[in-house]
Every structure is written in structure tokens, then in C-alpha cells.
């Protein structure tokens, strides 16, 4: 398992985020893209269908239930190159909380504003960001405001414009970055004012709260989960 280094641990106390460069690569990368592709493709005619009866937004899109579609989906969830930090921050005692496998299709405004996740009373909730296709600055990129998960700093507004957020940082990437951020941070999908789609998988962890997660959620995939460690992960652990 990874460790962060000191370093890694200054900034994530200090500004809440760390960026894994070519976090996930070579063939693992090509899996995950063909992936995705695949069961994008595969799901886009029901979303299209909610889309028009008013049920989904037509500003991105969601796999459902990706864990159950294919392995490399759960093999991410641990992923060498940032399970140890996720690990490290919340004292071994990790949880998965649920993927989001998500194509932002091109808009000139973003679908969502600035915004935290949740507030200073919650247990350390946790989102790592796995950009899918490259991601340019202007399409769609994570945008983050360093240092604000801390609880004495604030008040932050949501601004009119994304760009128009104090104190923000945006994080264009290649393909396999991998962008952990704390989720009392303020954070953005910036304006994806390109032609193409942003592809981007969020993986959403917490320090473990008793009864927070039943063994039924992720029972489906129970055959991939053979180690103490990853039953645990994903609270099937007996």
C-alpha cells in the first residue's frame, strides 16, 4: 500500500486536495475507457427517455449501477496509486459510500454550482475524481477551493459565474488523473464550453460510520470481494 508522503499530508491538512497524475494507466486505462464507453453507449437511450419525461437532467448523465456492469469499475474503487492516502486520512477505517460514472455532455453553463457536500459535523467524507478522457481547461474540468474544507474559514457564496469563485483552482488533465479532494471543500464542474463530452468516474468514501452502509448495497458484487480488506471496503464484512 502507498502512504502519502509528508508532503502529501501538509497539503491534504492544509488545502484539502491531492492530485494523482497518471494515476491509473497502460492497460488498466484502456480497460476503464472501453468501459465506460461501452455502457455509456449502452445506457444513453434510457437516459434520453427520462430526459424527455422530465426525470433526468440533459446536462450529464450517470451509468446506473456501474459496479455490477464490470470488474475494472470495483477494481478501482482500491486502486493502488490512492487507496493508501484514502486509507491513511481516515485512519484505515474506509468505506465506500458509492461510483458515479458520469459524462457531462458540452454546455456553455455547468450543471452544477459551486458548492460543499457536506457540513463540518459530518464524518470525513471523501471524493477522488478519475478523469476518463483528457480534460482541457474550458470542458468541464474539477474545480476546487484550497483550503476550504477547514472550519474557520468562509463564508463562501455561490457566484454567478464559476470563474468568478475567490480564491479557486481548476484542474485540467490527461486521461488517468485522479484528482482526492475533501468534500467540506467548495468545489465545481467548471463550464464545458468544448465539443466534447467530460468523462470522469467520482468515487465517494467516508470514515466509517456504524450502520451508515448495509451489507445489501453492494451484495451484488460480492464474488469480487474475497479479501477481509475489500469486504470491509465495501461493508459486507461479516
Known amino acids: 500500500m502507498i502512504r502519502p508522503t509528508p508532503e502529501q499530508k501538509k497539503q491534504w491538512e492544509q488545502e484539502g486536495y491531492l492530485v494523482f497524475e497518471n494515476a491509473i494507466q497502460g492497460d488498466d486505462l484502456k480497460r476503464l475507457q472501453s468501459a465506460f464507453d ?12 427520462r430526459v424527455e419525461a422530465g426525470e433526468a437532467a440533459a446536462t450529464f448523465y450517470d451509468i446506473p449501477n456501474p459496479l455490477e456492469k464490470d470488474p475494472i469499475f470495483i477494481d478501482i474503487i482500491d486502486y493502488p ?26 454546455w456553455p453553463v455547468s450543471y452544477t454550482g459551486w458548492h ?20 482541457a481547461k474550458g ?29 479557486h483552482k481548476t ?47 453492494f451484495a451484488a458484487i460480492s464474488e469480487h470481494c474475497t479479501t477481509p480488506e475489500r469486504r470491509k471496503l465495501f461493508s459486507l464484512a461479516d
Not at 461501452?38 to 427517455?49: G, H, I, M, R, Y
Not at 464542474?189 to 468514501?205: E, F, G
Request: a negative charge.
Open 171 to 217: 484542474f485540467p488533465g490527461k486521461a488517468g488523473t485522479a484528482i482526492m479532494f475533501n468534500s467540506c471543500g467548495w468545489h465545481t464542474s467548471m463550464d464545458n464550453a468544448s465539443d466534447t463530452p467530460r468523462k470522469s468516474i467520482i468515487l465517494i468514501y467516508e470514515k466509517r460510520t456504524p450502520g451508515k452502509i448495509g451489507p445489501e448495497q
Open 81 to 106: 496509486s490512492y487507496y493508501g492516502a484514502l486509507m491513511e486520512f481516515t485512519d484505515d477505517d474506509l468505506i465506500l459510500l458509492g461510483p458515479q460514472v458520469r459524462t457531462v455532455a458540452p
Open 38 to 49: 461501452f455502457w455509456a453507449a449502452e445506457c444513453k437511450e434510457e437516459w434520453l427517455d
Open 116 to 135: 460543499p457536500d457536506v457540513g463540518q459535523s459530518n464524518p470525513l467524507h471523501i471524493k477522488v475524481q478519475i478523469y476518463v478522457n483528457d480534460v
Open 139 to 167: 470542458s468541464g474540468e474539477f474545480g476546487f477551493v484550497p483550503g476550504s474544507h477547514k472550519p474557520d474559514t468562509g463564508p463562501y457564496k455561490r457566484p454567478l459565474l464559476q470563474e468568478s469563485m475567490p480564491g
